[in-house]
């Protein structure tokens, strides 16, 4: 065979070769595409427009229908490239599937308007959801909600605290959160109410540092939570664990600005209240108004217990560390809360005002332990206890506590009342050295 003709041979033989290769990647790509398809359920398949006009509330409503009561482990799915537009609306379980798969790959934005927060508390509520997994677009971006609070905090919602929750999780046994970026809350960002084995990672949430009542995650009544590598930057409490709460671990978390990580208030309107096993480990607070704090009623009942917080940086945070076991809140009226209400079933109003110590009540604070807190304080008061004359703080453990003062020159001091425990390698400390 001449050489010509061998050359055309192995030509013809590459190029089928060749495009056998194509066809079979074609073929594979088909059907990674169809397997994709197969997985989720898109809000755009029950008309949802998604242009971030458009109310696609009732799209979102008839997709969650098919994933929730569907027999198929499907995905509920917000495209990515999208903007869907919602009103206040609720996912509510139980579902026929052990484990839903909420994926927001594209955008979500509140209406830009506020409402009636008695019929509406918050804006998007998952109700007795169990193995409920919410996450983000993570690599391939996407994952943000906009909750358009700026509407509610220059309005006289803002003044009485009548704006409602962004996202609220009731009775959701084993949520998983993670990947999510959340924008301007009304009020609180994230709700967890009566719930067991909560997972939380990779949160960013934000909102101006001057925004009314934004916390970024409150906790009621919740068993097993675990919250870690988020960002949280706020105008109030990053974290605010309260009433009924128990086994809660906070890990590697950055706040700032905002008011820092709170356990309580417990014990408003003289209410029996509850926080115990809280750890709090590796986490920065940067420029908020208060560091690490536990504060209670003091007309309340109760105990907060077995509190640890451990490796925490402070950079020029005002009042690093704090118990106030008189808590008043200003005499401002108290803000609506999930905590001791029914689902969706907000209390009256009620004004607290200081009451007089001798009466035998109060929420006891014992067996709290700062473990190397270290940093700057932009306060004069780097330590700040202030508990119940009839009570007291009891056992409370300072070790290694070295905060200095960010105005160059400056000392901080510590203030103690009614305090017994005992302190390590602390140059700033008020209580007894062991």
Not at 60 to 71: D, H, I, Q, R, T
Not at 150 to 163: F, L, R, T
Not at 197 to 216: C, E, M, R, V
Not at 235 to 251: L, P, V
């Amino acid at each position: 065979m001449k050489k010509s003709s061998l050359f055309f041979v192995l030509l013809c033989l590459f190029q089928i070769s060749k495009l056998d290769f194509c066809l079979a990647g074609s073929v594979h790509m088909v059907n990674n595409n169809g397997h994709e398809r197969h997985r989720f359920i898109s809000v755009t398949d029950f008309g949802a427009v998604c242009d971030g006009k458009t109310d696609d509330t009732q799209a979102f409503l008839k997709a969650w229908e098919a994933v929730c009561n569907g027999f198929s482990n499907k995905s509920f799915l917000v495209p990515l490239g999208k903007t869907c537009l919602l009103k206040p609306l609720t996912f509510a379980g139980p579902c026929t599937s052990s484990s839903i798969t909420f994926v927001i790959r594209g955008n979500i934005v509140a209406p830009g308007y506020t409402w009636n927060v008695g019929n509406f508390p918050a804006w998007i509520s998952f109700d007795s959801i169990n193995g409920l997994v919410v996450k983000g677009g993570g690599v391939k971006g996407g994952g943000t909600l906009d909750s358009r609070g700026s509407v509610w905090w220059g309005s006289e919602h803002a003044q009485d605290k009548e704006s409602p929750t962004a996202m609220h999780f009731n009775n959701c046994n084993g949520l998983r959160m993670y990947n999510l970026q959340h924008l301007n809350s009304p009020r609180n960002h994230i709700g967890l109410t009566g719930s067991k084995n909560i997972s939380i990672s990779g949160l960013n949430l934000t909102a101006p540092g001057d925004s009314p009542n934004t916390d970024g995650i409150d906790i009621s009544r919740c068993i097993g939570v675990d919250i870690r590598d988020s960002v949280i930057s706020t105008g109030d409490d990053c974290i605010a664990i309260n009433s009924g709460s128990s086994y809660i671990n906070i890990t590697g978390l950055f706040c700032g600005p905002g008011h820092g990580i709170s356990v309580g208030s417990l014990g408003r309107n003289g209410e029996f209240a509850s926080v115990e096993e809280v750890r709090v480990k590796n986490c920065t607070l940067s420029n908020t108004m208060n560091g690490v704090r536990i504060k209670t009623y003091q007309n309340g009942l109760g105990y907060a217990r077995k509190i640890s917080f451990e490796d925490i940086r402070m950079v020029d945070s005002k009042n690093p560390i704090i118990i106030e076991q008189n808590y008043l809140n200003r005499g401002k009226i108290e803000e609506v809360s999930f905590e001791n209400s029914n689902y969706q079933n907000r209390g009256g109003k009620n004004r607290f005002y200081k009451t007089e110590s001798g009466n035998g009540r109060g929420v006891r604070v014992s067996d709290v332990r700062y473990s190397r807190i270290y940093g700057s304080s932009a306060s004069d008061d780097a330590v700040t206890f202030n508990c119940n004359a009839d009570l007291g703080c009891e056992d409370i453990v300072m070790d290694h506590v070295d905060i200095v003062s960010a105005k160059a020159g400056h000392a901080v001091s510590a203030s103690c009342k009614n305090v017994r425990g005992s302190y390590f390698s602390s140059p700033v400390s008020c209580i007894k050295k062991h």
